[in-house]
């Protein structure tokens, strides 16, 4: 299944490297990078890092060696969005295809 998904991602997403945070509380970015993913739009509660229960109205599927991480924000469709939680599915015993929840 996951081998047929990766000729699905063929849309375009930017990824802004979470780095520290202000004096002020905002976040500060590193150098974004664009990604190829596929997207997928539907409601589901996943548990973000800090244990949490969370909506995600956006799924985005990125190839498993995608940089990405939980304090990133990401740009698809025009919007910028927090990533809420990653999902992973693996391989061989290395990740294959990661799950952004946005």
């Given at each position: 299944m996951l081998?047929?998904?990766?000729?699905?991602?063929?849309?375009?997403?930017?990824?802004?490297?979470?780095?520290?945070?202000?004096?002020?509380?905002?976040?500060?970015?590193?150098?974004?990078?664009?990604?190829?993913?596929?997207?997928?739009?539907k409601v589901?509660?996943?548990?973000?890092?800090?244990?949490?229960?969370?909506?995600?109205?956006?799924?985005?599927?990125?190839?498993?060696?995608?940089?990405?991480?939980?304090?990133?924000?990401?740009?698809?469709?025009?919007?910028?969005?927090?990533?809420?939680?990653?999902?992973?599915?693996?391989?061989?015993?290395?990740?294959?295809?990661?799950?952004?929840?946005?």
């Open positions: 081998k047929s998904l990766k000729s699905w991602l063929t849309l375009s997403a930017t990824i802004k490297p979470f780095v520290s945070r202000s004096g002020t509380g905002a976040k500060t970015f590193g150098v974004s990078a664009n990604v190829s993913c596929y997207a997928e739009g589901q509660v996943v548990t973000n890092a800090e244990g949490k229960e969370v909506v995600s109205n956006m799924q985005l599927y990125v190839d498993g060696d995608t940089v990405v991480a939980e304090r990133d924000n990401i740009i698809f469709n025009s919007k910028e969005s927090e990533v809420q939680a990653i999902g992973y599915f693996y391989r061989n015993g290395v990740v294959d295809i990661k799950v952004v929840y946005l």
